[in-house]
Every structure is written in C-alpha cells, then in structure tokens.
C-alpha cells in the first residue's frame, strides 16, 4: 500500500481517474490543503483523512460526509471566492475544488471541535417532535420579546452572504427532439443509440464527468471493454456529433407540463478564475419532444443508535471514493448491509490495501458466493445480524454487533463504517411530471408506474438493477423515441447485484424513545420522533411529515423519505402503499435565486421606458418619476429649488407665459376602418357619429360593470379614421379590451386597430403665449381662434416634419398637443424651446401637470376613480351619451346600486386654513366628535397645493357630495383635525375664458 | 421658418461584437401595419406589388419590401427604401383594408453571427432551429419582458424588431446574453 504524500494521506497511488500532475489548493477552515483537480470537496477532505464535516442543524452533533453525490444531506459547507462570492450550505460531494477556494464548516461557535450548541444535544429529549408546538404556547407576549427572536437566530443552517452577487447568471431556451437526463450506464447508452439517428438530443447530468456509478467500478465491463473506458469513448463518440448537445455539470431539477424540463448548469464553480463574461450559472428551460429518465438510483443509510458519527457512509460512496478519486475512506474499515452491493464495497476496498474488518449483514442468509468470496479474502462475516451502537466523539471508533436474534455482543475497533440500506429508484422527475408510481412490494421500493408526460423511464430509476437488462432497456426506448431501427445492445460483466435491502428501522434503533437514531440527517430526525408523530394522532404522512420535519430540509428526504414511511407504517399497523408517499416537487436539488432571474437582474430587471425627448429633459435637471414602465419628468427643480417650489413656479410660469411638456407617454390607438365610429359608440359612453373631421372629444370608457376603465381625448382624423389617445398606464389594457371585444362580440365588423403610442413624440405647450410659440413653426395650419377652435385636430406640417397638431388642454389654457414622428421629437422640441425660452416658457412636469389639471377639476383614472366610480359619481356625467341604445357598461350603469342615493361623487374640498394641503388618502367625516369608529363619508383623492389661487385644493370622494356643496366637513389626522368646505371641483376659470382665447 | 427637424434614432450611434455575434441598430425604414381580411388582399397586393403571405411564421419580399405575416389578419409591411408606401395606401382608402404608418413606432437591430440563435434563445422561447424557423421566418414573439418581431435574413442574420422605447432593454439584453452565450 502506497500513499500519495501531495494530496492527502489516504490517496492510493494508482487507484482512480484523476491525475496526479494537476493539483489544486484550497482551504478547509483556514487549513491549507491539496487536492487534485477533478477532486470533489468531500473527496479532498477524505483523502486528507478528514471525515468531520460541519455540526447537525439541531442538536449540533459532528457529522461526516455520508455520500458521494447530489443527495448528501450532511456535508454541507459554506463556499467562497471572496466575501462576495460565498454560498452556504454546499453540499461538499457536489462542489469541485479549485484553485484558491476557500470552504468552511457550519454551525458551530466557537469551533468544529468545541461547539457550545452541542449542549442541544444533552437536551435532546426536551427536542421531540413537535417541541415548538408544545412548548412555545404561553404566554402570548412572550412570542414577540423571547420565543421568536430566539427561534429566529437559532433557525436556518449556514450564513446567508451579506453583499450583493456580483456574478451574472444567463438563460436559454432549447428544443430538442430527445432529452435524456442522467448521464449513467443506460443514459449513455440512450444516447448513443439515438444519436445514430441525427435528431437533436440533449444529454443532461448533474456530476462533472459522465458515467455515474460506472466510474465507481473497476472490474466491471460494457461490451468487453472496462466500464471507464466505455464511458470515455461514449461520451467522446456523442461529444463530436453535430446534433448532440452533452451538458455535464447540469442538473434537471423540474419537469413541468408538456416536456418542459428545466435544467441548472453550473457553469463557472468549479473554475479557478472563470472568464467575467461566463455566466455562474445557466438556467436550460428544455422543450423536449421525448424524455427518457435514466436518473439512476440512490443508496439509502441504515437506521441504527448514533448512525450520524463521522466516518459512517454509504458504501457506495467509498467505492466511487475508491475507484474514481483514488482515496481510501478509512483504515479500518466495517461494512453493515441489507444489500449485495456492499459487499462489492468491501471486496475493492481490501483489494486496494485497506483492511475491512468485517462485514456485518443482516440478512441470515446472504447470496453464498459473496460469503464465500469474503472468506477467501479473509473478511469476517457475520450474517444475520445488527450493528446496535457505535463509539467514537469526532470520528467512529468502534461498532458493536449483536446477531438479530441473540443480545450477545461483540465489538469491532473500525474508523470508517459503510451502511447499505438498498437502493431507491430516483422517481423525483417522474413524479413531477405526475407519473403514477407503484410499489414494488419484493424490493421495498416505488417504481415508475404510469406515465402522463411523453417520456420513459429506463434503468436503476425504473427499478431494473440488472446491467445488461438496463442496457437492453435503454436501447429500446432510444430507438422507440426517435423511431430508429433497432441495435442489440452491448453484453456486460461484472457488475455487483444490488439485490437486497431494508425499509424502516433496524435493530438497535429503538423502539425506546431515547436512542438517537437519524432518518433525516439535515432536519435531525430520529426514528422516535416518527412513532411520537403516530402516536400523537399523525396519521397520514403529510402529517408526520411536517409534525417531524423529515424529509423537509433542502435534500427533500432522498436518503430519508422511504425510511420514515416505513418506520411511520409499522407504527401505524398499516401497509406502506396504504400510507403514501409524500408529493416530490421541484426543485430537485435546491437552485439559485440567480439562475432563476438569470438575465432579469439590474437594468434588465425590468424594461425601462423612456420617451425621445428623454435626454431633454435630463440635461435640464429633471427629477424623474416611475409611471408604470416609463420615467417621466417629475419636475425641473432650479438652483436652490425643492420640488415645492419647483411647482409652483412650473404652474405659475404655465399659467402666465406658456409651458412645455413632455406628453409622449399617452397611449394611442388608431381605430380604422368602415365600422370604426360603430366600434367607437360601442366602446366609449360618449356618442361619436355628429363628430366632425378635424375635431376631438373627451371620451370615457367604461367596464361592462359601468365603473370608469379609462379616459382620453380622441380626435376625428377622417370619416373612419380615429387617433384615440389613452391615460400612460392604461394603454395595453385598453386596446386588449377594444380587441377582445371585436374578436369574440363583433369579429364581422370591419375596423382594425392599430397601437400608436410610440409611433407619436407628442409635446404639449400650454399657456396664453402658447400660439405665439408654435405658430411660426407650423406649416399649413391655420392656428387663429376661428380656424382651430378648442378640441380641433389638424394634420400639416412642423419644423417641415408632418404632425397632428391638436388643440387641446389639461391645463385650462390655450393649449396645443404637438404630434411628431417619435424620431423628430428631440429636434421639434429643441426648436420650440428654442423659440419659446424667450418668450418666458418653462418646461413643466408631471406634478405640474397634476396641479393644473385639479385646478380645473379634470379627474385622473386611476387617482380620483378607483374602479367603483361611475362617470355620474365622477361629475362627468355629460360624457355619457343620453341617447345612445348601446355602449359598453350602459346596462351596468342602470343597476340599482348604480343609480342609488348616497353614492361617493367627487367633490372638491376647500381647507379652512387655506396653508393646509390634506393628504391623499386621508378619510372625511361629518363629525369629528363621533365615537371611534367613525363613520367615514369617503377620502381624499387628489390634494395639492395652488400657488395660482395661493390656497390649496383638494378632490374628493364623499357620500352624497353633489348635495354638501358648502358644507363643513372634517379630516382626523393622527394630530389634528382639518375642517374642509366642501367646493365645486373647478377651482379657476370656472367659464373657460382663459381657453377661448 | 426653421430648419428642417432631423431624425434622432433610439439606438443611434451604438454597435457592439463579441466572438460569435455582432449588434447593429437598423437604418430607418418605413414600416407600415396592415390589416385586412380576404377581401382587402387584392388591394394589398396591388399596391405591394405582391401577394402579403398567407402562412404563419412566413414573410414574401420584392425589391426593397418585406411583408412579414404577424397574424391571420395581420403584416408588418417594412420598406428599405421610401417608395411612398404612406401615400400609396392613403390614396386607396380605408374601406377594404387599414394601413397605420408606424415607421417610427418600431425600431430594429440586426443580429449576426454564429451564435445568434443561441443569443436570441437567452430571452425567446421559439425553435430557431433552420429546420423551425428557416431563412425568411418572422414571428411576433417575446425577448425577455419585451415583445419583439423576429425576422431571419439569414442563416446567421436576424432583424429584431421591438418598439421604440424596448429598444435600449433589447440592445441590452441581447448584449448580455451574447457575452454570455
């Protein structure tokens, strides 16, 4: 026996595939180890001898590396690059070691030696199942001050990282004819056979290297080659064909409707210093005409007193220890086992030079020939019985065995103990994909049953243990999914049986109700916790299940999960169909917050809208403000200005000289066609047909229902051609409306509506010098009073580029709303700024905008109607076409709630401390002296303050409003209480002189 | 009078490459949506010089115009060129068919290079395969959160369409995704 001295003490030279010439260092606890490139974490650590892996989640015990694969539920560590780079709660035989890698051990203070939350485990029969149900009852107070935040620190496992992730993460949708997941001895050979064939194939496997538990054999052979070798040439042979995509390193963790599996890449983790453009990691979302799920099986643990002590694994993790990573597990090595593939444990390893000291099997009567092959090998036997406890603090010491019939005793000096419980096919994607399992009664297992996805199960996942059977199965079911001419496939050698296992308890775990005796590592489980469940009336699994927390941790149960139903059946008197299994759900293995948003992470978290004249208003200081997706400009705050008086200077300069205004963001539909006044009368209250050509209309649109949806302005451009113009926000949801109902109520009229919205840049310049400003610009348009009146719509030119030029107002001033080409927009507003900042204009915002327009009392959708407010509630009554037999929401608005008394009306609220702005929001009482609760008559819904009228103003909704005109009203605030008169909502110009200039 | 007002393009003045793809905004083009049903075709296609295509995910191209099918009643007309499609369509009214100018509503990048399917399969869940989606194909589909029209010019050239104010979070998002297709 040779030790290698680089890479740890128990790397046997010769042993593996990985090189020796390339190494890697990393750290483990600050500790500076070696390890070969290739090397998993735990393979590292095992090869330097260390099986100490992290402390257990709820009673701190020291736990070890249990597997070698996906469903290690104990060693889990925390990972990083640097402070940023850090991930907790890796699963240590996942995570590659590479160069400069730093890992560190969990849960523990203040070593993973000395861990004062060890004394959790002295507590541990306070610790049953169901303890914060029981305990935490009493008294109330003391949930918030002591129970929660105690829970709250002790909860989770691992540090969550405190700094952003710097790291990218991508996405990719794929298509493929075939998707095979699981890259093991009959995925491969899927593969291979289906690739023949040409079709788009995609292979998918969540380890580095392809091949499964073939690369943890060493005699076994595929077709008269080694099985490591078939596995190279395999995937060399895949690898260059054109229409194979292999994806090592990626997981399929969710299999929704329709084939549509979603894959996690791990792209960068395992590189030393990944390109910056690299993704960490893809997220694969496979559209995939058949599936094949060759998703193998994985080992289960044995149930026994203290089977948690560092050094106790799975067996099948020390051959893939053995055979792949060249390291040795242990010196001293005992097998306990209900299954034949251990025994092929014990034979590698004593053939590699570790002395195995027995192996103990609890079946009486193992196959004869493994008995004797350990016999010939010197390995001591014992049949037919049970390890009842195990010693050691940081590292098993020893095992004591009893036979299962006999309470004699004998102790065996180990430092390593491979269990084997048997296998249980991995049905995860199966049964997500909500395939029906049944259970295989001889085998103790659930097995594929009947699928509702176009997929097929093939090998250990469909419960087929035998090699040449799975290859068999695997060349059928390729050749059946893309239709190609049957092959034989290859014959095998070698390989071990994994005849054998058990479900549930064994000796030595109970039924008393103190031995610690895990079932679910992560979650610290012990078989005692199920039967309290049981005997607590937990009767159906999901029950036990979430009383007992098994099967619930990030591993989701895949050692634990039969286990516990089994140990739950017995104790219920019941058989194990007759008590289900729990509902497995995606994910599979957890995934990263990251490679689900992938590419939707800053700027593209969401779109950003913005509008040609964008850059405008940004080199002239505007404060912008989110309105759905668009920035707009809030305001333009000058040296020395707050928003307040940024405002009101922008209203004042408005009202007395002229404003610009960036009006682009207004949806706008183009309605054409022959019916289009027909479809215009059904979808707006208002009536359209006396309309004239060459002028606009205020229009509303409601729901069925009768409540308001939305509001614009909407121009006449000829006979059967409308430019409908809508509130920012509403733009998609009305012209889906306006579709839905010309596709399902009126498909046989003939109008077409186009969306608008950003083919138009469309500038506003309000205020009294607002035709002064434009009209030396504008060809072909005559914009004198006479010619364009108020509300008319004209198509010429501006700065020589076409437009429609409305003249129209939000303000109550003479009004024009320019329409440009979206591209033509920055330079149209450049010109009229041009010609306009001498003349005193200023450019205004949003919130100006909100304050002219309440100043007139023009409602805004959506602020001062909240989906309950019918146009007669809103004072807009007059929009609503008295005459017409049909529009949208006529019938809803004759409903009697409708046309009651006592509706909200909006009103406008006048303070009597006219300093006083209310808050929008605050509610409205007749008496303020009432007792609490006070009966509230409605709320503010716009409150501003006017510096053109030099008191504020105010909309609200109140019951009965149009009847209160004049009455005194109150608003409670939490300090003070606002007596308001109740106003007409007009607060300026009530005659529209200002407009009719 | 004043000067003639000039065309500022959402994305002028960026390019970008990278190994395997490059991003160029488009030139402007006029681009006109059509509707019309069976009985509007001929009119269509009297003043297109071509029958508008009939299939889904088809477009039909003469000189300097693409038709691209966008729904059953429905085409993206765009012309490279400025042959006065507006005017042409004004003058045959609104009663077999409309035409809405939206030349400056939509914008387009062209995507090229070996990896283009691979970029544009980061945000769009089409089979872009040649098999699927061969030279010539259009689909109105998505590109992340925005609704794009996808054009294959060629087998390893698109045109991506997208309204103007996507354009910045499309050019975005194809630049991340083709750093790290």
């Given at each position: 026996?040779?030790?290698?001295?680089?890479?740890?003490?128990?790397?046997?030279?010769?042993?593996?595939?990985?090189?020796?010439?390339?190494?890697?260092?990393?750290?483990?606890?600050?500790?500076?180890?070696?390890?070969?490139?290739?090397d998993t974490l735990a393979s590292a650590m095992l090869a330097n001898g260390i099986h100490l892996a992290g402390r257990s989640f709820k009673y701190h015990r020291p736990r070890g590396i249990l597997g070698a694969g996906a469903e290690e539920p104990s060693a889990l560590m925390d990972i990083s690059r640097d402070n940023a780079r850090r991930q907790p709660n890796v699963r240590a035989t996942v995570q590659e070691v590479f160069d400069g890698m730093k890992a560190k051990t969990q849960n523990h203070y203040p070593s993973l030696t000395f861990d004062v939350g060890a004394v959790n485990n002295w507590f541990s029969p306070f610790f049953s199942a169901g303890f914060y149900y029981k305990t935490f009852m009493w008294p109330k107070q003391a949930w918030k001050n002591l129970y929660e935040p105690f829970i709250r620190e002790a909860a989770g496992l691992g540090k969550a990282p405190e700094e952003a992730d710097p790291d990218h993460y991508a996405n990719r949708y794929a298509h493929c004819d075939l998707l095979i997941v699981g890259g093991g001895a009959s995925g491969l050979m899927a593969a291979k056979t289906a690739a023949k064939s040409g079709k788009r194939i995609i292979l998918a496997d969540e380890s580095a290297s392809m091949g499964g538990w073939l690369l943890a054999e060493s005699e076994a052979t595929i077709g008269g080659r080694p099985a490591g070798e078939w596995v190279t040439e395999t995937v060399a042979e895949l690898a260059a064909m054109e229409n194979v995509t292999l994806l090592p390193r990626t997981t399929a963790f969710g299999y929704y409707a329709h084939n549509m599996v979603a894959l996690a890449e791990r792209v960068t983790d395992h590189r030393s210093r990944p390109d910056p453009d690299l993704p960490r990691e893809r997220l694969w979302q496979v559209r995939a005409k058949k599936v094949i799920l060759a998703t193998g099986a994985i080992e289960r643990h044995l149930v026994f007193a203290d089977n948690d002590r560092p050094g106790i694994m799975l067996a099948s993790a020390a051959r893939m220890y053995l055979n792949h990573y060249g390291v040795a597990v242990g010196r001293n090595v005992g097998i306990y086992t209900a299954c034949d593939s251990a025994w092929a444990a014990a034979f590698d390893l004593q053939n590699a030079g570790v002395k195995v000291t027995a192996i103990i099997d609890m079946r009486a009567a193992p196959d004869p020939d493994l008995v004797e092959k350990a016999r010939e090998m010197g390995i001591p036997v014992r049949t037919g019985s049970a390890v009842t406890k195990t010693a050691g603090k940081m590292r098993i010491r020893s095992m004591t065995v009893e036979p299962i019939a006999d309470p004699l005793s004998e102790k065996f000096e180990i430092d390593c103990l491979l269990v084997s419980g048997g296998w249980t096919p991995s049905v995860h994607l199966f049964s997500q994909s909500r395939g029906k399992l049944k259970f295989d009664e001889e085998n103790g297992r659930f097995v594929p049953d009947i699928h509702v996805e176009d997929c097929a199960s093939i090998g250990s996942c469909n419960g087929t243990d035998d090699m040449d059977t799975a290859l068999a199965e695997a060349v059928a079911a390729a050749?059946?999914?893309?239709?190609?001419?049957?092959?034989?496939?290859?014959?095998?050698?070698?390989?071990?049986?994994?005849?054998?296992?058990?479900?549930?308890?064994?000796?030595?775990?109970?039924?008393?109700?103190?031995?610690?005796?895990?079932?679910?590592?992560?979650?610290?489980?012990?078989?005692?916790?199920?039967?309290?469940?049981?005997?607590?009336?937990?009767?159906?699994?999901?029950?036990?299940k979430r009383y007992t927390t098994t099967g619930m941790a990030t591993d989701q149960g895949k050692m634990s999960n039969m286990h516990g139903l089994a140990i739950a059946a017995e104790a219920l008197g019941k058989e194990i169909p007759a008590v289900g299994l729990t509902t497995f759900r995606a994910p599979y293995t957890p995934v990263t917050f990251g490679a689900i948003v992938n590419h939707s992470k800053g700027d593209l978290f969401d779109v950003t809208r913005r509008t040609p004249m964008h850059s405008w208003a940004e080199e002239h200081g505007a404060v912008f403000e989110d309105v759905g997706n668009w920035k707009r400009a809030w305001y333009f705050p000058r040296a020395g200005e707050d928003m307040h008086a940024a405002v009101a200077r922008e209203c004042k300069t408005t009202r007395e000289a002229a404003g610009i205004f960036d009006a682009s963001t207004l949806g706008k539909i183009e309605v054409v066609g022959p019916d289009a006044v027909k479809f215009m009368e059904l979808m707006y209250t208002n009536p359209w047909q006396k309309l004239a050509v060459g002028m606009c209309r205020y229009g509303i649109m409601c729901r069925e229902d009768g409540f308001i949806y939305d509001d614009g302005v909407v121009g006449r451009i000829s006979e059967d051609r409308f430019h409908v113009t809508t509130t920012t926000g509403g733009a998609p949801r009305v012209l889906n409306m306006m579709e839905d109902y010309l596709q399902t109520e009126f498909p046989e009229w003939k109008v077409w509506l186009t969306s608008t919205s950003e083919q138009w840049a469309v500038i506003g310049v309000q205020g009294p010098k607002a035709r002064e400003i434009v009209e030396p610009l504008v060809e072909g348009i005559d914009l004198s009073l006479e010619a364009m009146p108020h509300m008319a719509i004209r198509e010429g030119k501006i700065c020589g580029v076409p437009t429609r030029l409305m003249r129209v107002s939000f303000t109550g001033e003479l009004g024009f709303e320019i329409n440009v080409p979206a591209d033509y927009g920055r330079a149209v507003w450049d010109a009229i700024w041009e010609r306009g900042e001498p003349l005193g204009m200023a450019p205004y915002g949003t919130e100006a905008m909100h304050v002219m327009r309440a100043e007139k009392g023009f409602i805004i959708v959506g602020q001062d109607t909240d989906g309950t407010v019918t146009p007669q509630d809103a004072g807009v009554g007059w929009a609503v076409g008295k005459k017409k037999a049909d529009f949208v929401g006529i019938r809803g608005l004759t409903r009697p709630d409708l046309v009651a008394e006592g509706r909200r009306q909006l009103i406008g609220l006048r303070t009597k401390d006219p300093k006083v702005v209310l808050e929008e929001g605050a509610q409205i009482v007749a008496d303020p002296n009432q007792p609490v609760p006070m009966k509230m008559l409605g709320f503010v819904t716009s409150s501003y303050w006017s510096e053109t009228l030099g008191h504020s103003i105010a909309l609200a909704l109140v019951e009965g409003g149009f009847g209160r005109k004049g009455d005194t009203l109150y608003v409670p605030m939490e300090n003070e209480t606002i007596a308001v008169e109740v106003c007409d909502t007009i607060f300026l110009d009530k005659e529209g002189a200002r407009l009719n200039v | 009078?004043?000067?003639?007002?000039?065309?500022?393009?959402?994305?002028?003045?960026?390019?970008?490459?990278?190994?395997?793809?490059?991003?160029?905004?488009?030139?402007?083009?006029?681009?006109?949506?059509?509707?019309?049903?069976?009985?509007?075709?001929?009119?269509?296609?009297?003043?297109?010089?071509?029958?508008?295509?009939?299939?889904?995910?088809?477009?039909?191209?003469?000189?300097?115009?693409?038709?691209?099918?966008?729904?059953?009643?429905?085409?993206?007309?765009?012309?490279?060129?400025?042959?006065?499609?507006?005017?042409?369509?004004?003058?045959e009214g609104n009663t077999k068919l409309s035409a809405v100018e939206?030349?400056?509503?939509?914008?387009?990048?062209?995507?090229?290079?070996?990896?283009?399917?691979?970029?544009?399969?980061?945000?769009?869940?089409?089979?872009?395969?040649?098999?699927?989606?061969?030279?010539?194909?259009?689909?109105?589909?998505?590109?992340?959160?925005?609704?794009?029209?996808?054009?294959?010019?060629?087998?390893?050239?698109?045109?991506?369409?997208?309204?103007?104010?996507?354009?910045?979070?499309v050019w975005s998002f194809l630049m991340d995704a083709a750093k790290s297709a």
């Amino acid at each position: 026996m040779s030790f290698s001295v680089n890479t740890g003490a128990n790397r046997i030279a010769g042993k593996g595939r990985l090189s020796p010439s390339k190494t890697v260092t990393f750290t483990l606890d600050g500790r500076q180890l070696n390890a070969m490139e290739g090397d998993t974490l735990a393979s590292a650590m095992l090869a330097n001898g260390i099986h100490l892996a992290g402390r257990s989640f709820k009673y701190h015990r020291p736990r070890g590396i249990l597997g070698a694969g996906a469903e290690e539920p104990s060693a889990l560590m925390d990972i990083s690059r640097d402070n940023a780079r850090r991930q907790p709660n890796v699963r240590a035989t996942v995570q590659e070691v590479f160069d400069g890698m730093k890992a560190k051990t969990q849960n523990h203070y203040p070593s993973l030696t000395f861990d004062v939350g060890a004394v959790n485990n002295w507590f541990s029969p306070f610790f049953s199942a169901g303890f914060y149900y029981k305990t935490f009852m009493w008294p109330k107070q003391a949930w918030k001050n002591l129970y929660e935040p105690f829970i709250r620190e002790a909860a989770g496992l691992g540090k969550a990282p405190e700094e952003a992730d710097p790291d990218h993460y991508a996405n990719r949708y794929a298509h493929c004819d075939l998707l095979i997941v699981g890259g093991g001895a009959s995925g491969l050979m899927a593969a291979k056979t289906a690739a023949k064939s040409g079709k788009r194939i995609i292979l998918a496997d969540e380890s580095a290297s392809m091949g499964g538990w073939l690369l943890a054999e060493s005699e076994a052979t595929i077709g008269g080659r080694p099985a490591g070798e078939w596995v190279t040439e395999t995937v060399a042979e895949l690898a260059a064909m054109e229409n194979v995509t292999l994806l090592p390193r990626t997981t399929a963790f969710g299999y929704y409707a329709h084939n549509m599996v979603a894959l996690a890449e791990r792209v960068t983790d395992h590189r030393s210093r990944p390109d910056p453009d690299l993704p960490r990691e893809r997220l694969w979302q496979v559209r995939a005409k058949k599936v094949i799920l060759a998703t193998g099986a994985i080992e289960r643990h044995l149930v026994f007193a203290d089977n948690d002590r560092p050094g106790i694994m799975l067996a099948s993790a020390a051959r893939m220890y053995l055979n792949h990573y060249g390291v040795a597990v242990g010196r001293n090595v005992g097998i306990y086992t209900a299954c034949d593939s251990a025994w092929a444990a014990a034979f590698d390893l004593q053939n590699a030079g570790v002395k195995v000291t027995a192996i103990i099997d609890m079946r009486a009567a193992p196959d004869p020939d493994l008995v004797e092959k350990a016999r010939e090998m010197g390995i001591p036997v014992r049949t037919g019985s049970a390890v009842t406890k195990t010693a050691g603090k940081m590292r098993i010491r020893s095992m004591t065995v009893e036979p299962i019939a006999d309470p004699l005793s004998e102790k065996f000096e180990i430092d390593c103990l491979l269990v084997s419980g048997g296998w249980t096919p991995s049905v995860h994607l199966f049964s997500q994909s909500r395939g029906k399992l049944k259970f295989d009664e001889e085998n103790g297992r659930f097995v594929p049953d009947i699928h509702v996805e176009d997929c097929a199960s093939i090998g250990s996942c469909n419960g087929t243990d035998d090699m040449d059977t799975a290859l068999a199965e695997a060349v059928a079911a390729a050749t059946a999914a893309v239709s190609g001419r049957a092959v034989k496939a290859p014959k095998t050698s070698g390989f071990a049986s994994m005849r054998g296992h058990l479900i549930g308890s064994a000796k030595g775990a109970g039924p008393d109700d103190h031995v610690m005796a895990f079932i679910d590592f992560q979650n610290d489980v012990c078989a005692k916790d199920v039967r309290l469940a049981v005997r607590e009336g937990m009767h159906s699994i999901e029950h036990v299940k979430r009383y007992t927390t098994t099967g619930m941790a990030t591993d989701q149960g895949k050692m634990s999960n039969m286990h516990g139903l089994a140990i739950a059946a017995e104790a219920l008197g019941k058989e194990i169909p007759a008590v289900g299994l729990t509902t497995f759900r995606a994910p599979y293995t957890p995934v990263t917050f990251g490679a689900i948003v992938n590419h939707s992470k800053g700027d593209l978290f969401d779109v950003t809208r913005r509008t040609p004249m964008h850059s405008w208003a940004e080199e002239h200081g505007a404060v912008f403000e989110d309105v759905g997706n668009w920035k707009r400009a809030w305001y333009f705050p000058r040296a020395g200005e707050d928003m307040h008086a940024a405002v009101a200077r922008e209203c004042k300069t408005t009202r007395e000289a002229a404003g610009i205004f960036d009006a682009s963001t207004l949806g706008k539909i183009e309605v054409v066609g022959p019916d289009a006044v027909k479809f215009m009368e059904l979808m707006y209250t208002n009536p359209w047909q006396k309309l004239a050509v060459g002028m606009c209309r205020y229009g509303i649109m409601c729901r069925e229902d009768g409540f308001i949806y939305d509001d614009g302005v909407v121009g006449r451009i000829s006979e059967d051609r409308f430019h409908v113009t809508t509130t920012t926000g509403g733009a998609p949801r009305v012209l889906n409306m306006m579709e839905d109902y010309l596709q399902t109520e009126f498909p046989e009229w003939k109008v077409w509506l186009t969306s608008t919205s950003e083919q138009w840049a469309v500038i506003g310049v309000q205020g009294p010098k607002a035709r002064e400003i434009v009209e030396p610009l504008v060809e072909g348009i005559d914009l004198s009073l006479e010619a364009m009146p108020h509300m008319a719509i004209r198509e010429g030119k501006i700065c020589g580029v076409p437009t429609r030029l409305m003249r129209v107002s939000f303000t109550g001033e003479l009004g024009f709303e320019i329409n440009v080409p979206a591209d033509y927009g920055r330079a149209v507003w450049d010109a009229i700024w041009e010609r306009g900042e001498p003349l005193g204009m200023a450019p205004y915002g949003t919130e100006a905008m909100h304050v002219m327009r309440a100043e007139k009392g023009f409602i805004i959708v959506g602020q001062d109607t909240d989906g309950t407010v019918t146009p007669q509630d809103a004072g807009v009554g007059w929009a609503v076409g008295k005459k017409k037999a049909d529009f949208v929401g006529i019938r809803g608005l004759t409903r009697p709630d409708l046309v009651a008394e006592g509706r909200r009306q909006l009103i406008g609220l006048r303070t009597k401390d006219p300093k006083v702005v209310l808050e929008e929001g605050a509610q409205i009482v007749a008496d303020p002296n009432q007792p609490v609760p006070m009966k509230m008559l409605g709320f503010v819904t716009s409150s501003y303050w006017s510096e053109t009228l030099g008191h504020s103003i105010a909309l609200a909704l109140v019951e009965g409003g149009f009847g209160r005109k004049g009455d005194t009203l109150y608003v409670p605030m939490e300090n003070e209480t606002i007596a308001v008169e109740v106003c007409d909502t007009i607060f300026l110009d009530k005659e529209g002189a200002r407009l009719n200039v | 009078m004043s000067k003639v007002a000039q065309r500022t393009g959402p994305l002028d003045g960026r390019n970008f490459g990278t190994t395997g793809v490059t991003l160029t905004p488009a030139a402007a083009a006029t681009r006109i949506s059509l509707r019309a049903r069976e009985d509007g075709l001929a009119t269509a296609k009297k003043i297109l010089g071509f029958a508008p295509p009939g299939k889904p995910k088809s477009s039909a191209t003469k000189g300097s115009i693409n038709c691209l099918w966008i729904g059953p009643d429905e085409w993206l007309v765009i012309d490279a060129d400025d042959s006065g499609l507006p005017a042409k369509f004004a003058k045959e009214g609104n009663t077999k068919l409309s035409a809405v100018e939206i030349s400056h509503r939509n914008t387009a990048i062209l995507l090229e290079g070996a990896k283009a399917v691979d970029v544009l399969n980061s945000g769009c869940p089409q089979d872009l395969s040649s098999a699927s989606f061969p030279v010539g194909a259009c689909s109105r589909t998505i590109l992340g959160k925005s609704e794009i029209v996808l054009y294959r010019t060629g087998e390893h050239a698109f045109r991506v369409e997208c309204w103007r104010s996507f354009s910045d979070y499309v050019w975005s998002f194809l630049m991340d995704a083709a750093k790290s297709a």
